[in-house]
């Protein structure tokens, strides 16, 4: 049974930082698509990050919502099965839930959409104060 862990949410100050990881359990995903997204209150689930592997490069390919580009950044570690989610100069617009996603689309790249994801978390809180 495959399940995906978030930790690391909380309270934060405007332009404070605050890292997520997410550690998957029942399968290795170290060459499938994973990837961020977030749900604020009364607005649909929406993309955050995604990192593919790409092996013709033999590196992973990150992909960013415009929203937190620049701010944001997506790793994994694939010896301990976890992705990560570092996000600096927070502000109160990234406060939501944030969810973890694995996709087994082997091969694909730049996936944003929720319906390409196969499993997902259970999601952790952020909420960045002004």
């Known amino acids: 049974q495959v399940q995906l862990v978030e930790s690391g949410g909380g309270l934060v100050q405007a332009g404070g930082s605050l890292r997520l990881s997410c550690t998957a359990s029942?399968?290795?995903?170290?060459?499938?698509?994973m990837g961020w997204f977030r749900q604020a209150p009364g607005k649909e689930r929406e993309f955050v990050a995604t990192?593919?592997?790409?092996?013709?490069?033999?590196?992973?390919?990150?992909s960013y919502a415009d929203s937190v580009k620049g701010r944001f950044t997506i790793s994994r570690d694939n010896a301990k099965n976890t992705v990560y989610l570092q996000m600096n100069s927070l502000n109160p617009e990234d406060t939501a839930v944030y969810y973890c996603?694995?996709?087994?689309?082997?091969?694909?790249?730049?996936?944003?959409?929720?319906?390409?994801?196969?499993?997902w978390g259970q999601g952790t809180q952020v909420t960045v104060s002004s």
């Open positions: 996603a694995a996709s087994l689309r082997l091969m694909s790249s730049r996936l944003v959409r929720v319906d390409e994801y196969d499993y």
């Open positions: 990192s593919s592997w790409n092996p013709g490069r033999t590196y992973y390919a990150d």
């Open positions: 029942g399968r290795t995903f170290s060459n499938y698509p």
